[in-house]
């Protein structure tokens, strides 16, 4: 049972070594932002090239197209939920 609440005593725990150590700098190489660049295009078109990023794109169409068409009950759906 006492081991529980060993790290509560007076000596040093690992915590206190782990907030010392420095994080992670971003990156300012070039290079390695450009990689970073090809490979979120390439992620991006696969996304694109799959069934759920052709879904999305609808999905996204379908609404800017009702917004365009102004639906006659539009914002009418909070005040139904409100009576």
Same mark, same amino acid.
């Given at each position: 049972m006492g081991s529980c609440a060993s790290c509560c005593g007076g000596k040093q725990s690992n915590y206190d070594e782990m907030d010392n150590q420095p994080s992670a700098a971003p990156v300012s190489d070039p290079e390695a932002r450009a990689r970073a660049a090809a490979a979120a295009e390439q992620r991006q078109q696969k996304f694109d090239q799959s069934a759920g990023g052709r879904a999305a794109r609808k999905a996204v169409a379908d609404v800017a197209k009702e917004r365009q068409a102004g639906r006659p009950? /539009? /914002?009418?759906?909070?005040?139904?939920?409100? /009576?």
């Open positions: 009950d /539009n /914002n009418q759906t909070a005040r139904d939920w409100m /009576n």
